[in-house]
C-alpha cells in the first residue's frame, strides 16, 4: 500500500521545480535568430540578470550547464600556470578548482570543514603572506549544496582588501542567486557565475557570467581564453555572436519567463519568501534533532542556507527510500563526502508554503513509519513560525 499515485514532489537542490507558466513559454516554434522577436528576448535576459546579479558589468549567457560557467569564468581571467585560491566549504569550490586544475591553473586549497562557512581572517592571512601576489584569483561559492553552508561574501571580500591583494574575487552563486542577497558591485566581486536550475526557475541548460570592470581589464591579458567562452567573441556585432552561433532559444524563451515572474513577485520579496520558507524548514529539523538520530550538517545557525538544508543522519537511504516509493517526495541525497550521510531538502526557486510544509509533513511520516529516533512535532513547529510571520 502507497499513497504515492498523484504528481510526484521534487525536493532535491536542483534541477528544481519548473513553473508551468515557464514550461508554457518554451512551448512555441523557434524564433529567426538574426531579427525581431529573438532580439527582444535575448536584451531583456541580460537586462533582467544584470539587475538580479545588481551589477553594471557584462553579462554573458552560455548554453551549458553550471561547470561551463566555472571554465568560462576562470578561461576569460586567467593565464596557464596562474595561481588561484580556492576556498572550501564543502565540494563545490574544490570543484570549480578541479576544472581550473585541468585547463592549466595552479589551484591551492584553503582548506576548510564542510560544517563550518570560510573563515574570513585565514583568508587575510593567507593573502597578506603571499607577498609576490602570485595568486592572481579567490575562488569561493556563495551557498555550498552539498553542504549547504552560506559563506560571507562581503566579509571575504574585506578581508582580501585588508590584505592589501590584488586578487580577482569570483564567486559562484549557482544555489543562492535569488534566494539570498547578493550585490555584486556593492560586494567588490569581479566575476560572478551562475546557472538556470535552481533560484531562477529555469530548466538545466543555461549558464551566466556576470563580469565587472577588474575583470574585464585581466580578460585582455588572459591566454586561456578560447572561441566559444571567449567575451570578446560574445561582443560582435551579430546577435548570434552572443552565443557563438545559435541562442539556446527555447530555453531562453522559459527564462524570460521566469525572470519576468521575479520581476512581478520582486526581487527583495523572492528573497523574503525564501528566508521564511527556509526558516521554516530549519524549525521543523530542530525538533526532530531531539531524537539524537538527525542534526544539522552546518554547525552555526547563522551559516544555514536560505536554499538547502542538508540533515546528517545514520543511513539516509531507507527514510529516502520510503518518501519516493511510498508517498512520491524524492529527497536529495547527501554528496561528496556526506554521500550515505545525510539528505538534503531544497527550497529554493518555485516554492512556496504548500510545497515546503508537503515536504516536512512526508518526511515526517517517514521517520514515524521506520522508527527513527526525532522529536515530535516538526511539521508543527513549522507551521507555528510561518502563522506568526506571514501577516493575516
Known amino acids: 500500500m502507497t499513497v504515492r499515485n498523484g504528481r510526484e514532489f521534487l525536493a532535491i537542490p536542483g534541477p528544481t521545480n519548473v513553473p508551468d507558466e515557464v514550461l508554457a513559454a518554451m512551448h512555441r516554434p523557434a524564433l529567426d535568430i538574426y531579427a525581431g522577436a529573438m532580439l527582444g528576448i535575448s536584451d531583456k535576459c ?3 540578470l544584470r539587475a538580479i546579479f545588481r551589477t553594471e558589468g557584462r553579462v554573458y549567457i552560455y548554453a551549458a550547464n553550471g561547470h561551463g560557467g566555472w571554465e568560462a569564468a576562470l578561461s576569460n581571467v586567467l593565464s596557464r600556470g596562474e595561481t588561484v585560491l580556492v576556498l572550501e566549504s564543502g ?3 574544490p570543484g570549480w578548482g578541479l576544472m581550473g586544475a585541468a585547463i592549466g591553473l595552479d589551484v591551492e586549497t584553503l582548506a576548510g570543514d564542510w560544517r563550518r562557512a ?3 581572517a585565514k583568508v587575510e ?3 597578506r603572506a603571499d607577498t609576490a601576489h602570485r595568486i592572481k584569483a579567490v575562488l569561493v561559492v556563495q551557498i ?6 552560506v559563506n560571507d561574501i562581503p566579509a571575504i571580500r574585506k578581508a582580501m582588501s585588508a590584505a592589501r591583494h590584488p586578487a580577482l574575487l569570483l564567486v559562484d552563486t549557482v544555489a543562492s542567486l535569488a534566494t539570498m542577497p547578493f550585490e555584486m558591485d556593492a560586494w ?3 566575476v560572478t557565475m551562475s546557472g538556470s ?3 531562477l526557475m529555469s530548466p538545466p541548460g543555461l549558464a551566466f557570467v556576470a563580469a565587472g570592470p577588474r575583470a574585464r581589464e585581466a580578460h585582455q591579458r588572459a591566454s586561456l581564453r578560447t572561441n566559444y567562452w571567449d567575451w570578446t567573441a560574445r561582443e560582435g556585432h551579430e546577435h548570434y555572436s552572443r552565443y557563438c552561433g545559435t541562442p539556446p532559444e527555447h530555453l531562453l524563451f522559459g527564462l524570460a519567463k521566469a525572470l519576468e515572474m521575479i520581476r512581478a513577485e520582486g526581487l527583495e520579496n523572492v528573497i523574503r519568501r525564501h528566508a521564511l520558507l527556509a526558516e521554516a524548514v530549519r524549525r521543523s529539523v530542530a525538533v526532530w534533532s531531539e531524537g539524537q538520530a538527525l542534526s544539522f550538517n552546518a554547525t552555526e545557525p547563522r551559516e544555514r542556507a536560505n536554499s538547502v538544508t542538508t540533515v546528517l543522519i545514520n543511513d539516509p537511504a531507507p527514510l529516502i527510500a520510503f518518501c519516493k516509493q511510498k508517498c512520491g517526495l524524492v529527497l536529495g541525497s547527501g554528496i561528496g563526502a556526506l554521500s ?5 531538502i531544497a527550497h529554493m526557486g518555485h516554492i512556496n508554503a504548500p510545497m515546503v510544509l508537503g515536504t516536512l509533513g512526508v518526511t515526517e511520516v517517514g521517520l514515524k513509519a521506520l522508527g527513527i529516533p526525532h522529536g515530535s512535532g516538526g511539521v508543527a513547529a513549522a507551521i507555528d513560525w510561518l502563522g506568526s510571520q506571514v501577516p493575516a
Open 118 to 120: 570560510v573563515i574570513p
Open 144 to 149: 555550498d549544496t552539498a553542504s549547504g553552508v
Open 46 to 48: 541580460h537586462e533582467d
Open 91 to 93: 565540494r563545490f569550490a
Open 340 to 344: 550515505g550521510k545525510a539528505i538534503r
Open 125 to 127: 592571512e593567507r593573502l
Open 188 to 190: 567588490g566581486v569581479d
Open 197 to 199: 536550475q535552481k533560484g
